[in-house]
């Protein structure tokens, strides 16, 4: 049941990152999830939080950073500036 809610929690993130970094029309759903999960990894990993607690509104937060900044690390290498 936990790994439904990472999912579901991830896209959102995921969404929500898109929309901050104005990537929402180059993305589907999947997408969406996959950098909402990745962006969770970087956050546990850069901040040391531990996403394995259940979610919480600080690991919202944190799942969210973790994706804007994968999207902007993405939209440097694409295009050469974070936008």
């Known amino acids: 049941m936990a790994i439904i809610i990472w999912l579901i929690v991830g896209g959102i993130c995921g969404?929500?990152?898109s929309l901050i970094m104005r990537t929402d029309a180059q993305q589907g759903?999947?997408?969406?999830?996959?950098?909402?999960i990745i962006?969770?990894?970087?956050?546990?990993?850069l901040f040391g939080v531990n996403m394995n607690a259940g979610?919480?509104?600080?690991?919202?937060?944190?799942a969210l950073l973790g994706a804007v900044i994968l999207l902007a690390i993405?939209?440097?290498?694409?295009?050469g500036s974070v936008r």
Not at 29 to 36: A, H, K, P, R
Not at 74 to 79: E, G, H, I, K, S
């Open 15 to 17: 969404w929500l990152a």
């Open 29 to 36: 759903i999947i997408l969406n999830v996959i950098v909402g």
């Open 39 to 45: 962006g969770a990894v970087i956050a546990g990993l």
């Open 55 to 62: 979610v919480t509104i600080e690991s919202f937060l944190y």
């Open 74 to 79: 993405v939209n440097l290498v694409r295009r």
